[in-house]
T-cell receptor, first 112, second 115 residues
Framework: EDQVTQSPEALRLQEGESSSLNCSYTVSGLRGLFWYRQDPGKGPEFLFTLYSAGEEKEKERLKATLTKKESFLHITAPKPEDSATYLCAVQASETSGSRLTFGEGTQLTVNP | SAVISQKPSRDICQRGTSLTIQCQVDSQVTMMFWYRQQPGQSLTLIATANQGSEATYESGFVIDKFPISRPNLTFSTLTVSNMSPEDSSIYLC????????????FGPGTRLTVT
């Protein structure tokens, strides 16, 4: 059974204080690992897809990396508008269709 | 990506009644899904909406409770039947667009409260 564990559950940062979110996964053949941002009362917003170990992707202050067991979402010099819940999900290559298995998320708060 | 809309955005319903949620996409997509997000929790896949045929349900979800239709490549509905307070959740549709990637894009969600 595919499993995704995110840590920490919640993270409070001061504006400009860089940090990382962790996503550990167990999957029978990884097709892709996905990062989403979710604001309260809204649907998840797609951020990144990573397909293979060693891959990295960047978008503004966010950088996602992938190993064979985990992914990190690095946040550099965060701003208050980066406050949101960040979700990690995996898609198994052996799964029919495109089912995503989600972690519980990390709730990030960036204080000014 | 794709622009996805859902109707209604929120509703308050009485137990025992049913609610149908609509998902409309602005372009043809290869796959459509329905997820549930219970309060304070992450997303759980309910089913894959198949065009012109019966949906494929995940373990723990059944057609009698969550009937799904997908009459074409841009539209799907999810009905929550015989509702109870435990059905209070956010219901989200997601799509995979044509183009060879497996990225899923989500609609804004429907917040359902059952009293």
């Amino acid at each position: 059974e595919d499993q995704v564990t995110q840590s920490p559950e919640a993270l409070r940062l001061q504006e400009g204080e860089s940090s990382s979110l962790n996503c550990s996964y167990t999957v029978s053949g990884l097709r892709g690992l996905f990062w989403y941002r979710q604001d309260p009362g809204k649907g998840p917003e797609f951020l990144f897809t990573l397909y293979s170990a060693g891959e990295e992707k960047e978008k503004e202050r966010l950088k996602a990396t992938l190993t064979k067991k985990e992914s990190f979402l690095h946040i550099t010099a965060p701003k208050p508008e980066d406050s949101a819940t960040y979700l990690c999900a995996v898609q198994a290559s052996e799964t029919s269709g495109s089912r995503l298995t989600f972690g519980e998320g990390t709730q990030l708060t960036v204080n000014p | 990506s794709a622009v996805i809309s859902q109707k209604p955005s929120r509703d308050i319903c009485q137990r025992g009644t049913s609610l149908t949620i609509q998902c409309q996409v602005d372009s043809q997509v290869t796959m459509m899904f329905w997820y549930r997000q219970q309060p304070g929790q992450s997303l759980t896949l309910i089913a894959t909406a198949n065009q012109g045929s019966e949906a494929t349900y995940e373990s723990g979800f059944v057609i009698d409770k969550f009937p799904i239709s997908r009459p074409n490549l841009t539209f799907s509905t999810l009905t929550v039947s015989n509702m109870s307070p435990e059905d209070s959740s956010i219901y989200l549709c997601s799509v995979v667009t044509a183009g060879g990637t497996w990225e899923q894009y989500f609609g804004p969600g429907t917040r359902l409260t059952v009293t």
